[in-house]
């Protein structure tokens, strides 16, 4: 089973990227699929969540800049970021749990990681 992210880079504040990570190996279109991120120095932290029938949760922080949407016949999820500001360069990493979990916020919560993606935002 493999996560990839990709869609990372370097882009000026205000700006907006697009974030994907796409799954083999087995089907996720049964389970919460999320993003994290962990800026240098700092603990890995959740940034949203979807479950299989699109219900979604994000941190407070990327609320109404980010959304988060998936296509589960692909098993792909999407994180879109806009409004882009310093405090989001992170490396992002994109994770799943197991079928038919509850959407929730805690890294220990999720079974399988992508191998992140860098995202650095400049002033």
């Known amino acids: 089973v493999q996560l990839q992210a990709s869609g990372g880079g370097l882009v000026q504040a205000g700006g907006s990227l697009r974030l994907s990570c796409a799954a083999s190996?087995?089907?996720?279109?049964?389970?919460?699929m999320g993003w994290f991120r962990q800026a240098p120095g700092k603990e890995r932290e959740f940034v949203a969540a979807?479950?299989?029938?699109?219900?979604?949760y994000y941190r407070i922080s990327v609320k109404g800049r980010f959304t988060i949407s998936r296509e589960s016949a692909k098993s792909t999820v999407y994180l879109q970021m806009n409004s882009l500001n310093p405090e989001d360069t992170a490396t992002y990493y994109c994770?799943?749990?197991?079928?038919?979990?509850?959407?929730?916020?805690?890294?220990?919560?999720?079974?399988?990681w992508g191998q992140g993606t860098l995202v650095t935002v400049s002033s």
């Open positions: 994770a799943a749990k197991e079928r038919l979990r509850p959407l929730s916020t805690g890294s220990s919560e999720y079974d399988y």
């Open positions: 979807i479950n299989w029938s699109g219900s979604t």
């Open positions: 190996g087995r089907t996720f279109s049964n389970s919460v």
